[in-house]
């Protein structure tokens, strides 16, 4: 027992160590609300957008039917999947224009893992690494214009969020290391939730006077283990910022 206790303390020295070498931020997240996705929500969706096509001969109860639909949907959004809805953000006048991963896992069917994924502001679709193991020092890289509207902050949607069987089965990140243009940034220090994680980097980043383009990557340094595979998945990492209005 007193072995295994010394070997945790200087497995987190180590770890402690690393971070302190590197001189690194350490940023822990604001945690937001777990979108509800649940077959109910759904099908509100389902039924605001097929009533309200004919809305003038509705029945008396379909309308009712309709009304109650309606009051459990977000009036900007189209699917409950969808992250951001038709309401204007940073995203307005900001975008990341490439997503790249290091690895990605094999499609299942008509279901695949790409970095893009993790950018399509959907809770429906994730980037899956696809090496062997925990997914360690792999990574996803956003690539944003020179013009770009500046960033201000990182939200992360960690694992599989689609349903509560795939965020539980696949394995989520514990902690990311961020790099912007390929240098050293921060560690982004992740609950296990599917809740949306928000980071503040209490300084603008982007535009940068040689004009050059903004790489933010985000490596895989440790993960929390899924019920069933090692696969180590992530729904979305998007941005908020300034320079938008």
């Known amino acids: 027992m007193k072995n295994v206790i010394l070997a945790i303390l200087i497995l987190a020295l180590t770890i402690n160590f690393t971070y302190s070498q590197d001189n690194l931020k350490v940023l822990k997240p604001k945690i937001g609300s777990v979108p509800n996705l649940s077959d109910s929500t759904q099908n ?3 039924l605001r957008d097929q009533l309200g096509k004919n809305f003038d001969l509705m029945t008396e109860a379909e309308k009712n039917t309709y009304w109650a639909a309606v009051s459990k ?3 900007t959004k189209e699917s ?14 900001g975008d990341s224009y490439k997503q790249v991963a290091s690895s990605t896992l094999k499609s299942t069917g008509s279901i695949n893992y790409n970095a893009s994924n993790a950018h399509d502001l959907s809770y429906k679709t994730a980037w899956v690494e696809g090496v062997q193991g925990d997914g360690i020092g792999e990574y996803l890289a956003y690539y944003f214009k020179n013009s770009c509207p500046r960033v201000t902050e990182i ?17 989520r990140v514990k902690t990311l290391k961020l790099y912007i ?3 050293p940034y921060a560690i982004l220090n992740l609950m296990d939730t599917k809740a949306d994680q928000s980071f503040e980097l209490g300084e603008p980043v982007g535009r940068y006077q040689d004009g050059k383009d903004m790489i933010l990557k985000f490596e895989i340094l440790s993960t929390y283990k899924g019920d069933k595979y090692s696969d180590t998945a992530i729904t979305e990492i998007f941005f908020d910022g300034i320079d938008v209005h």
């Open 181 to 183: 243009n390929d240098k």
């Open 80 to 93: 409950p999947f969808d992250i951001l809805g038709g309401s204007c953000s940073w995203y307005c006048g």
């Open 73 to 75: 949907t977000e009036e």
């Open 155 to 171: 939200i992360v949607s960690n694992g599989y969020v689609k349903s509560d069987k795939a965020w539980k089965e696949n394995s």
């Open 44 to 46: 509100n969706y389902k």
